[in-house]
């Protein structure tokens, strides 16, 4: 396997990386200066430039967009909520179109004040995702459910492993590969005894959309936004990203970092050239 040495053009950076401290065209900027090929920028940002001139800079960088963060939940408590977020979801597709995404990413919502709980919510996250399907097939607009770690399943996402994602896929899109697929990070699937076989199950399918990067620290302190940077954790990253290739993955690798005390900290192109020292040298 090649190590990325040199390669930064396949590697791109999800905006929450840098904490959503400075406005879109900003970031924007500063990704594109630091050699970074792609990018991933999140619905509120681009709402808040609007869509239109957010493409039109995007392509002006040259930059790949490697996917479009992230869905409304699927699973509600109340039919109100699951109607306007499924509003909301096509809404952002139509966005995710214009910025000339690669897939909208999916977090599918979790079981909490759901009726009939978990088995209710998978249930409701099954439909809504064949819902949206349709809309996204009308605009060709591929569709990348992300597994998340189980510790979500409360307040994020039921759906927490790449077979589950993987199966989903399957029973809603079952000839349609391009269309529904996976974004795959590490941090919520390192843990995974089935991993190896899951991912080779997926590429064999076609169905791998997106490939997220970060650390699992050992003593991590926050459920949602502690995520360590690459290389600070106990991940085996160059062996992940062996799987996705060896599974036929050919996209980017996008860095994924929440981290409100410590990278959020630090100025953005710090971050960023911590990001690109350690793309290289450990991923
Ligand atoms: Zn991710």
Known sequence: MNSLEGRLQRC???????GHREPLGTTLDRIARAGFGGV???RHEVEAVGATAAGRQLRALGLTVTGYCRSAYFAAPDEAERKANMNANIQALNDATEIG????????????????????????????????????????????????H???ATDRSVVNTIRQALALCESIAPDDNPMLGLAIDVYHCWWDPDLVSSIAQAGQAGRILGYHVCDW???????????GMMGDGVVDLQGFRGLMEQAGYTGM???????????????????????AERLQSVC
């Open 12 to 18: 791109a950076i999800n905006t929450a990386t840098l």
């Open 40 to 42: 991933a920028p999140w």
């Open 101 to 148: 995404a690669q897939c909208f990413v999916l977090v599918v919502g979790g079981a909490r004040g759901v009726k009939n709980g978990l088995a209710g919510a998978r249930a409701q996250v099954q439909d809504g995702i064949g819902e949206l399907y349709i809309e996204a097939r009308k605009l060709g607009m591929p569709l990348a459910i992300e597994p998340l």
């Open 150 to 152: 189980p510790m979500y």
């Open 217 to 227: 620290l050992p003593d991590t302190r926050h459920m949602l936004m502690d995520r």
């Open 253 to 275: 690798v996008e860095v994924e970092i929440f981290s409100a005390e410590q990278w959020w900290k630090l100025p953005q192109d710090k971050v960023l050239s911590v990001c």
